[in-house]
């Protein structure tokens, strides 16, 4: 029998004794064991503290999201090792698919985000704040990496997903982690961190596992640590009132199960392709990891007059639905994840049946390849609730497993408070092919809900479906749900960064965020920015062009080049009741005229320019006035090269201000440029 141990402290370990026993859901048999008894919590957050942030804070935003694709990369060529044991929790291959390349793509997904962000070890954000009449006082806000560690409390239906999620998002912040993944299936989560200790690629404390019961973690949580749990609202809001949460001022991320429900329009009539999509939809979310998924639908809402019909067409599929061993041909539901779940459910279904009508329990069912009596199987039940403002045990109570309930509705409005009955759900969805339908719901049932999935015949062959939260979308959801927001691209990493508000000279904010401010320095650049190679450009380092006096020939000469006829250029005699006096110089003439003075031609280690940000004309150009232009490096970004031939480079954005013979600016833009690098 294998022990599956903890990494802590830089070291794989046992703990003393046996705390669970872990029993393979499909064959009964008892194939390892777990305990985290006699580790010291307090050691094990101090040890993250002390050894993971400072090696993960010396690295960039860039570092950290390389770090993280290679880390996808090394898990995706071991995968099959995961998928193996994946079998142990009683899940299908599409179950293992949704945990282990879904927590896979978390990862591949969050190191993209890299690009988001400077290549600084902290970020900046928003835009710079004047404090000041002359510009020599100006604020702006850094985000700079917590001093603590992110502490993730995980639950037993997503072992892999579970932690991979949430790892992501605090490594790429640049917070080590340390991971306590639910009793029952973290002999899956072990298996994965044994396999990313070993590829080197973290450093040293960057992720800690605790298997087994792990007590007393939270506990010793402080100032600069981040706690997130997953699982029971129940267990969730015991911990979220733990004092040393609130003496200590540690965000506490809570997602809870919750009571998600899927809606059917009113436009949608048997026979239609969203008829059958819906059913096809909520049939999934009952049999997927055999229902437990927090995310999964519990409440199926439907037309009063399509009630029946639904209803038939579920329980069709579901008596078609095959259980037993995932590993034989044709077998589509696995089992639960472990005996207690399996007496929680029956306890829940049980106290459900005395409210509602049950209209499909296959309570005598056959198991295919297994033996049901020894695995943890639980064939789905279906019950019908025809008074759902009247029965309420649905809308309070979870089965959390293959288990839904169908209700009436007789108006949109009404489905949408039917739902609010939940009191607050990570997900909700509705199939419609009527907008008007589909606004109607989204606005009203947005407060209550973390994610809304509109769902029709266009968009079904690629969506990923009611159940699947997105690393780049905010997962989690109001009320019941927990209240907290895991992933949500940037805004999951700012989670773990610390904002403060920095104020000073332009000068010592363009050094803090790496970003040129307007009334900082801008010393002539010796020689031309555009012969200077990526290492030699400095920032606020400035081109000061020679002047252009513009005649009513460019006018008509950009017009004919461009085909831009726009009378407010062309027709001098329709300028009245406009904020033109006269014919008005291109706007565009304006910015292509500018890159003609401060572009050096001859060929150098200016590589190309691919863009434009922020381009806006701020003074109306009228023959007769003279251009000049202020050409600025504004920010530089490395880029990292993919192959020995690939040329190395970094990114230059120039600031381009136009201005004109009195001093004012006419036009303002931001030119992305690729320069070479001396090496």
């Keep these: 029998m294998r022990d599956f141990q903890n990494y802590v402290l830089g070291s794989w370990v046992s703990g003393t004794g046996t705390e669970v026993e872990f029993v393979h859901a499909i064959t009964g048999e008892v194939f390892g064991s777990a305990s985290s008894a006699g580790l010291d919590p307090g ?61 896979i793509g978390n990862l591949f997904a969050n190191a993209s985000l890299r690009k988001q962000f400077p290549n600084l070890p902290y970020a900046y954000e928003g835009e710079t704040v004047p404090l000041s009449k002359g510009g020599s006082f100006i604020g702006h806000h850094l985000l700079v990496p917590r001093r603590g560690v992110a502490l993730h409390i995980n639950a037993f239906n997503f072992p892999v997903w579970g932690m991979l999620e949430k790892i992501a998002v605090n490594l790429l912040a640049g917070v080590p982690a340390v991971v306590k993944p639910a009793e029952a299936t973290c002999f899956l989560t072990e298996a994965v961190v044994r396999s990313i200790i070993a590829s080197g690629i973290l450093p040293e404390g960057a992720l800690q596992l605790v298997c087994g019961l792990g007590r007393g973690y939270v506990e010793q949580v402080r100032s600069g640590d981040v706690v997130t749990f997953t699982g ?28 998600n429900a899927a809606v059917l329009g009113p436009d949608v009539a048997p026979g239609m392709p969203e008829f059958d999509l819906f059913v096809k939809e909520v049939h999934k979310e009952i049999v997927v990891k055999a229902g437990q998924k927090c995310t999964a639908v519990r409440r199926i809402l439907v037309p009063r007059n399509r009630m029946d019909a639904v209803q038939e067409a579920l329980i069709d599929r579901l008596a078609q639905t095959r259980i037993g061993d995932p590993a034989v041909e044709g077998v589509r539901m696995g089992a639960l994840a472990h005996r207690l779940q399996v007496e929680r459910v029956a306890e829940r279904v049980d106290a459900l049946s005395a409210e509602l009508e049950t209209v499909y329990s296959a309570r005598d069912f056959e198991t295919v390849g297994a033996d049901k009596n020894r695995g943890c199987f639980f064939a789905p039940v279906l019950f019908r609730n025809d008074r759902p403002f009247g029965r309420l045990l649905a809308h309070e109570l979870e089965a959390f497993g293959p288990v839904a ?44 809900h973390g994610r809304i999935l509109v769902l029709d015949a266009h968009c079904a062959k690629e969506s990923t479906g009611h159940g699947s939260p997105m690393p780049l979308l905010t997962h989690g959801g109001p009320g019941r749900a927990g209240g907290g927001e895991e992933m949500g691209g940037v ?129 109306p150009v009228y023959p007769g006035a003279t251009l000049g232009v202020r050409f600025t490096v504004k920010e530089k970004i490395d880029q990292e090269q993919r192959s020995e031939e690939d040329i190395p480079r970094g990114i230059v954005k120039f600031l381009v201000d136009v201005y004109d013979e009195t001093g004012d600016t006419v036009a303002l833009a931001t030119i992305l440029t690729q320069v070479r690098k001396r090496n």
């Design 232 to 259: 029971s609202a129940a267990t969730g809001q015991k911990l979220r009132a733990l004092p040393v949460l609130n003496a200590e001022s540690v965000p506490f991320n809570l997602e809870a199960d919750s009571l």
């Design 405 to 448: 309930t169908i209700m009436p509705y007789d108006a949109l409005g009404e489905a949408a408070a039917i739902a609010a009955l939940g009191k607050g759900s990570l997900v909700s969805s509705i199939v419609t092919t009527d907008h008007d339908h589909a606004r109607e719901f989204v606005l009203e049932a947005a407060p209550l």
């Design 491 to 619: 805004r999951g990493v700012k989670h773990y960064l610390h904002r403060t508000a920095i104020q000073g000279h332009p000068n010592t904010i363009t050094h803090l965020t790496g970003v040129f401010q307007k009334g900082a320095d801008q010393p002539e650049a010796q020689p031309h920015v555009f012969r200077q190679h990526f290492e030699d450009l400095r920032l606020g380092d400035t081109v000061y062009t020679h002047k252009h006096t513009v005649t009513e020939a460019d006018i008509v000469n950009f017009a004919n080049v461009s085909g831009d006829n726009f009378y407010a250029h062309m027709d001098a005699t329709s300028l009245e009741g406009t904020v033109f006096t006269g014919r008005v110089a291109h706007g565009y003439f304006v910015l292509s005229k500018a890159a003609g003075l401060f572009v050096d031609p001859a060929k150098g280690p200016v590589l190309l320019n691919y863009g434009i940000e922020e381009a806006r004309f701020t003074k």
């Design 43 to 103: 050691a094990v957050l101090e040890y993250g503290r002390r050894v993971g942030g400072p090696a993960l804070r010396s690295m960039t935003f860039h570092e950290r999201g390389r770090m993280l694709k290679a880390l996808a990369l090394h898990l995706s060529a071991h995968k099959e090792e995961f998928y193996a044991l994946s079998a142990a929790t009683g899940a299908t291959r599409v179950d293992s698919w949704i945990d282990i390349e879904g927590g």
